[in-house]
């Protein structure tokens, strides 16, 4: 079975700018759920998104949103962006508690 | 309320020895409690979880025990290997979402050949 996928791996930005970022779970896995990853502030949730639906959202501003698909894809976006957004974004899909991570995707932003 | 606590921040061990990594909650009503491993370039992966209703568990040379009173659990990886060189991180989740993990700040183990 095919893990969870995210393009783009790498992403190069400059400020203000806006980007998306994309995520294929697992398959048959309705849940996608999204993830900061900085050396200063660790791993944090983002958001959570079941049967296109956001169920859960972390402590994040609301420049960081996303959306899921009828086809349990899901993207994240992030507009006017700023230095301090730069870092690994981390999708996880699941069908039960377990969570399945996907490699990320390094956004740097200039 | 929300953090998990995680030490040490770096660990060295040498081959065959056991390497122990701890965390400390303060909420609780987290009640599904997750270790991930994490290679550099890699997203983490699950090794080995637990709930509250059982004080330990053991998955091959992986065991977490958990102390609900003390609101803190353990990593014990046995017999540590030069491939279980990577960053751990245990987390905690809420009950109904366990697919919000609060995670710890993580460790980075090494293992001497």
């Known amino acids: 079975k095919a893990g969870v996928t995210q393009t783009p791996r790498y992403l190069i930005k400059t400020r203000g700018q806006q980007v998306t970022l994309s995520c294929s779970p697992i398959s048959g896995h309705r849940s996608v759920s999204w993830y900061q990853q900085t050396p200063g502030q660790g791993l944090q949730f983002l958001f959570e998104?079941?049967?296109?639906?956001?169920?859960n959202k972390g402590n994040f501003p609301g420049r960081f949103s996303g959306r899921q698909f009828s086809n349990s894809r899901s993207e994240m976006n992030v507009s006017t962006l700023e230095l301090g957004d730069s870092a690994l974004y981390l999708c996880?899909?699941?069908?039960?508690?377990?969570?399945?991570f996907g490699p990320g995707t390094r956004l740097t932003v200039l | 309320q929300q953090q998990v606590k995680q030490s040490p921040q770096s660990l060295i061990v040498q081959k065959g020895g056991i390497s122990i990594i701890n965390c400390a909650y303060e909420n609780t009503a987290f009640d599904y409690f997750p270790w991930y491993q994490q290679f550099p370039g890699k997203g983490p992966a699950l090794l080995i979880a637990?709930?509250?209703?059982?004080s330990e568990k053991k998955e091959g040379r992986f065991t977490i025990s958990f102390n609900k009173s003390a609101k803190q659990f353990s990593l014990h990886i046995m017999d540590s290997q030069p491939g279980d060189s990577a960053t751990y991180f245990c987390?905690?989740?809420?009950?109904?979402?366990?697919?919000?993990?609060?995670f710890g700040s993580g460790t980075q183990l090494t293992v001497l050949p």
């Open positions: 996880a899909s699941s069908r039960a508690d377990t969570q399945y």
């Open positions: 637990i709930r509250p209703d059982v």
């Open positions: 987390a905690a989740s809420l009950s109904g979402s366990a697919r919000q993990l609060t």
């Open positions: 998104y079941f049967s296109e639906t956001q169920r």
